[in-house]
């Protein structure tokens, strides 16, 4: 990573210690600009839009980071994990099922 992704990293840190989601989202949105590939900056948007209500986004962020790290626990543990609060939040049953999913293939 780049001196200049890793400090907007921090720097979304940051905000969302200090409460500022947007802000922070924003940083995190230009990191990707700069390597779209930056799968933190992806699991990070992942929890600000999950704190936000957008279930949708949050969802898309967890998976894009499964898929630029397929062999990462982590990820897959975040997915699973990103599912459940979707469901949370929808009561959508697809988010159920994709969660003992991504929760199945992490434990192979």
């Given at each position: ?30 990191a990707l600009a700069i390597d779209e ?72």
């Amino acid at each position: 990573m780049t001196p200049e992704i890793l400090a907007l990293e921090r720097e979304a840190d940051q905000l969302k210690v200090d409460g500022k989601p947007e802000e922070a989202i924003a940083k995190l949105e230009a990191a990707l600009a700069i390597d779209e590939s930056f799968a933190r900056a992806h699991l990070g948007l992942s929890v600000l839009f999950n704190t936000m209500g957008n279930y949708e986004k949050s969802v898309s962020h967890a998976e894009r980071a499964v898929e630029l790290e397929p062999d990462d626990p982590f990820n897959m543990a975040a997915l699973s994990v990103t599912y459940q609060r979707a469901f949370e939040g929808t009561k959508d049953p697809i988010f159920i099922q994709k969660a003992e999913d991504a929760l199945a293939r992490n434990n192979r």
